[in-house]
């Protein structure tokens, strides 16, 4: 691979762009193509290669197709970015995998879990990185969560807790994402984020998913036409989701996307046998409560509680974009690539993460706990 490193965005709209932008300020980074079949995305989309230190210039020389597969064949493209609505993952991945190319994929990884195994088998024994965009692992204070919890000062970790509480779900182009069948649902398309970081906190798979939810408030009045035929919106805008671990761990989440009104859009903790992290995003702190140091102030609460920073890093160039998570994202990919080390973060994680949502939706629907092992997941 020359110095440069030539990316591929297939789907250029607001997600396609984030990445765009942000790729104008890697290292020996050069968007040179892009793919969508939205004549307004493409414009979008060159428009934000145009914002980089080449201006103008950048965007002439960007190979443009309404065809992925064409991008895909486009032998200036090293890395291909795929941000396109979730329900195209499935047959987009399968024409990229099987190129040389590396591949970034987009949460959430499919909408089913078996068209997500069918992504892990053929990601399976390809020389090319295969690269599952969760990028909540890169952003400030769940990354000194992480790095925290890896000193072992929470000993055994038996919960984590998870809360967002946001706004309603964004326009999207053709309003693909106000049906469930096109995202895989809220808590696959929200929420296989937050699943992941419990994976990642419990250090095991998960076994069993409980969930409570429904579509109370946002979007009750709003009909699309479907096949010729007016549909109304179908995503559920709040839930609870409990999951059991193997290994004995707890984790819950606690959704509500009709709460603009709060003071943090989520909020974190992981509680173990020795201590209690705690977090915000947005926020820059991670407090630790160490309870032998709490001991004798059972009054007092956060007694023994100490401020580690969780700064955000100078270099990201739009702290807006996921608190600098997509960013950072990217330099880890760039440096995989160029040292020759494998993804981060794998398609099977993005996989589990899925099969959680899935999960908990079919908890909702049937009224039951529901085990991963009804998906063929053990």
């Known amino acids: 691979m020359s110095e440069t490193i030539g990316y591929g965005v297939i789907g250029t709209g607001m997600m396609g762009g984030e990445h765009m932008l942000d790729l104008n300020h890697v290292d020996g980074a050069q ?3 892009l793919a969508d079949p939205v004549a307004s995305s493409i414009e979008w989309g060159l428009g934000c290669v145009a914002a980089g230190p080449e201006g103008d210039a950048a965007k002439e020389r960007t190979a443009v197709y309404s065809d992925h597969r064409d991008l895909l064949a486009d032998p200036n493209v090293d890395v291909v970015i795929i941000t396109t609505p979730n329900h195209t993952h499935s047959a987009v991945l399968a024409d990229a995998l099987a190129t040389a190319k590396h591949v970034l994929i ?3 990884l499919c909408t089913t879990v078996d068209d997500c195994k069918r992504v892990v088998d ?5 020389d090319a990185i295969t690269w599952m965009g969760l990028q909540y692992r890169y952003m400030p204070t769940p990354a ?4 925290q919890l890896a000193t072992g000062v929470c000993a055994t970790t038996r919960m984590v807790s998870i809360r967002e509480h946001r706004n309603p779900f964004l326009k999207k182009v053709g309003d693909w994402n106000r049906f469930s069948r096109n995202t895989g649902g809220t808590l696959v398309e929200k929420c296989c984020h937050f699943f992941d970081l419990m994976r990642l906190v419990a250090g095991d798979d998960p076994v069993r998913v409980m969930a409570s939810g429904g579509q109370d408030v946002n979007h009750l009045d709003e009909y699309y036409d479907v096949d010729g035929r007016q549909a109304r919106s179908d995503i559920l805008d709040n839930a609870f989701v409990i999951v059991e671990f193997k ?3 707890r984790g819950a989440l606690d959704l509500c996307m009709f709460a603009e009104g709060g003071r943090y859009e989520q909020e974190i903790t992981i509680t173990g046998d020795a201590a209690k992290l705690e977090a915000t995003v947005p926020g820059n702190t991670v407090w630790v409560g160490e309870r032998s140091k709490a001991a004798g102030h059972t009054h007092h609460m956060g007694m023994g509680v100490r401020e ?10 739009y702290p807006e974009f996921h608190e600098g998570a997509s960013y950072m994202e990217h330099l880890a990919l760039v440096d995989a690539i160029r040292n020759g080390r494998p993804a981060a973060v794998t398609v099977t994680e993005g996989m589990w993460a899925v099969a959680i949502g899935a999960a908990a939706h ?3 629907d049937e009224r039951r706990p529901v085990d991963l092992a009804e998906f063929g997941l053990s």
């Open 247 to 249: 290994n004995g761990v």
């Open 362 to 364: 079919r908890s909702i």
């Open 31 to 33: 968007v040179v193509a």
């Open 122 to 126: 053929a990601a399976a024994d390809r």
């Open 106 to 108: 987009e949460k959430p």
């Open 144 to 147: 000194t969560m992480l790095e």
């Open 308 to 317: 580690v920073p969780a700064p955000m890093d100078p270099r990201v160039p």
